[in-house]
C-alpha cells in the first residue's frame, strides 16, 4: 500500500472512486457539479491509497476555502477506505495532516449506517461532536404560506442583499453548532453567483424594511431523483415563536413545487428539536442520520 498526492494523470480515478461511494458516505460535496470542477490545490489537498497493483482503495480530500480557515476548522469532501489495514488508512490520514498548518480541527460526516467507515473514522482518533437528521418531504399538498400585515418575503438582488443576508444569517446561526463562524458579504456573493448558475432561489423576509429571515433553495437530488434542497432557512432569535419560520418554510416549499421538483430535501442538527419538529409537522420524514466526527489537532 502506498499512498500519493493525487495528480492530473490519476483525476479520473478520482472521480470514479466519488461516484461509486457517494451514496454511502456524505455526498454533500460529491455532486455531478462539484466533481466535474474538482481540481486538487490549497484549498482541496487531496490523496490517494493505491494497492500493490497501483488500484486506488482510499482517498482523503479535505475541504480549507476561506470560510473554513476563518473558523480553523477543515471539512472533509471525503475520507473513505476500501481496505481494513490501520496502517494504510493512517497514512491517508498523516498525508492530510500536512496541509491543516492554522486550524484547530478537521472534521468528517458519517452515516451511521455506514459501520466500515464508522470503525474506520474512529480508529483514526476522530471522535463524535454532534449528530445532524436528512430529512425528506414527497410530493404533498402545500399549504399557503400566510404572512402579518408588514411582513413581505423579497427575492434576493445580487450587489444590494449581501448584507441584509448576513446580518439574518449570522445573528440565527450564532451559537448553532458548525455554523458559528459568521459568513461574510463577499461569501454571499460568491453563494449566490453559484445558485444563480443552478437556478436556485434565495429569499429573504423584511418586518418592514428590516430583515429578519431567509431561506435558500437549490436543485439538488435525493436517491437519484431530482430534489429541491432547502438550506439554509432561519429567523432572527427575536422574531422566533411566532410562525414565520414555518410559513417560510411554505414559501420554500411552493417555490419547489412550481419548479416541477417531487420532493423536497434538507437537514437539521440533533440538538435542534424544534426545528426538527417543524419540519415533521410540515410533512417532512427522516430517512438519515449522521454523526460529525472531528479530529482535534490541538491535542496539547
Known amino acids: 500500500m502506498r499512498v500519493e498526492p493525487l495528480n492530473r494523470e490519476r483525476s479520473a480515478d478520482f472521480v470514479r472512486y466519488c461516484l461509486k461511494q457517494r451514496n454511502e458516505v456524505d455526498e454533500s460535496f460529491l ?3 462539484d466533481l466535474n470542477s474538482f ?3 490549497e484549498e482541496n489537498p487531496t490523496y490517494i491509497l493505491l494497492d500493490a497493483q497501483g488500484e486506488l482503495v482510499g482517498v482523503a480530500s479535505l475541504i480549507i476555502d476561506e470560510y473554513r480557515r476563518r473558523a480553523r476548522a477543515g471539512r472533509f469532501r471525503i475520507l473513505h477506505s476500501e481496505v481494513a489495514d490501520p496502517k494504510a488508512n493512517q497514512a491517508l490520514l498523516q498525508a492530510i495532516l500536512k496541509h491543516t498548518e492554522g486550524l484547530d480541527r478537521i472534521f468528517v460526516f458519517v452515516p451511521l449506517a455506514n459501520v466500515s467507515q464508522t470503525e474506520m473514522v474512529q480508529g483514526l482518533g476522530f471522535s463524535v461532536e ?10 404533498l399538498d402545500v399549504p ?3 404572512f402579518p400585515e408588514g411582513y413581505e418575503v423579497r427575492r ?3 450587489g444590494r442583499d449581501e448584507e441584509a443576508w448576513c446580518e439574518v444569517r449570522n445573528t440565527a446561526f450564532a451559537t448553532l453548532r458548525g455554523s458559528e463562524t459568521p459568513m461574510t458579504p463577499a461569501m454571499v456573493a460568491e453563494m449566490a453567483s453559484r445558485e444563480s448558475s443552478l437556478h436556485g432561489e434565495m429569499l429573504l423576509l423584511f418586518h418592514g424594511d428590516r430583515p429578519i429571515g431567509i431561506v435558500r433553495c437549490v436543485p439538488d437530488e435525493h436517491e437519484g431523483s431530482p430534489a429541491m434542497e432547502i438550506a439554509p432557512l432561519a429567523i432572527i432569535p427575536e422574531y422566533q415563536g411566532r410562525g414565520l419560520g414555518r410559513n417560510l418554510l411554505r414559501t420554500a416549499l411552493k417555490v419547489a413545487k412550481e419548479r416541477g421538483f417531487h420532493q423536497t430535501v434538507l437537514s437539521v442538527n440533533a440538538e435542534n ?5 417543524l419540519y415533521i409537522q410540515e410533512g ?3 430517512v438519515e442520520a449522521v454523526a460529525c466526527y472531528g479530529y482535534n489537532l490541538r491535542r496539547d
Not at 130 to 139: C, E, I, K, P, Q
Not at 273 to 277: L, M, V, Y
Open 39 to 41: 481540481r486538487p490545490d
Open 130 to 139: 454532534r449528530y445532524a437528521f436528512a430529512l425528506v418531504r414527497g410530493d
Open 284 to 286: 417532512f420524514r427522516e
Open 156 to 158: 434576493f438582488v445580487p
Open 144 to 146: 399557503d404560506a400566510v
Open 273 to 277: 428539536e424544534r426545528a426538527k419538529s
Open 31 to 33: 455532486y455531478d457539479e
